[in-house]
């Protein structure tokens, strides 16, 4: 089982029902992973650094064949869709233009070349779980997939405080220039995604969450400080 050889909590289900005539839908009851989602209470210790890179080293395993593959995540950089109108909700238009030179070196930057790794897919603040200022858990793995590792190593940026990502790297040990590089890329584009769903939160639009748009400009800050 995967949660066996992951270093934190998850919630791993400990019984699962079927549909039937009371309830038509299969359902699951979980294990409980104690403390608060990062968009509420971020991280702020540094020894998360080295948490998070045993628990993706642990994750990032060679991928079955058969194993589900992502249209937005795992994948090329050029091949997301719809990128551009997304740098149109950073206010400041300096920044908006360093996020997109981001991009573009990520996009540039040598392809992955391994066999596709087993991805989380959706690590960002409101799917990990933080207790005493510190990494404590990961939850919501429904968008694992198979890919690039580069998508799940964004999270040096995206959860991590300001100068953890360069100690993340040197914990997690398998990641070259080029999947640095389009980390930070991916670090972007969920940068500018928790900005729009936060900003749409904040206008009171469907769908939106208030508490992503300061972890999205938060994201997004300490990308640009990366050089």
């Not at 933080?130 to 198979?146: K, N, P, Q, S, Y």
């Not at 208030?210 to 300490?222: C, D, F, H």
């Amino acid at each position: 089982m995967l949660a066996e050889r992951l270093p934190l909590p998850t919630p791993t289900p400990v019984r699962v029902g079927k549909p039937s005539q009371l309830f038509e839908h299969t359902w699951a009851i979980a294990r409980w992973v104690e403390g608060e989602p990062a968009d509420r209470g971020p991280i702020t210790r540094m020894e998360a650094a080295e948490t998070l890179a045993c628990f993706l080293s642990a994750l990032h395993h060679q991928a079955p064949a058969d194993a589900p593959t992502s249209q937005s995540r795992g994948i090329p950089l050029a091949e997301v869709q719809q990128i551009d109108h997304w740098f149109t909700v950073v206010g400041d238009y300096a920044d908006a233009e360093a996020a997109r030179q981001v991009r573009e070196k990520a996009v540039a930057a040598p392809a992955w070349q391994g066999a596709p790794l087993w991805l989380h897919g959706d690590l960002h603040p409101a799917n990990v779980v933080v207790r005493h200022g510190t990494l404590a858990g990961v939850i919501d793995f429904g968008e694992m997939c198979a890919g690039d590792p580069a998508t799940d190593l964004s999270a040096a940026w995206i959860l991590l405080p300001v100068g953890a990502a360069t100690p993340f790297f040197d914990a997690y040990e398998r990641a070259d220039e080029a999947t640095i590089a389009r980390a930070r890329g991916w670090a972007v584009l969920r940068a500018l995604t928790l900005i729009e769903i936060g900003q749409n939160g904040r206008l009171g639009l469907p769908g939106g969450k208030p508490t992503w748009e300061p972890a999205g400009y938060a994201t997004l800050e300490r990308v640009l400080a990366t050089s």
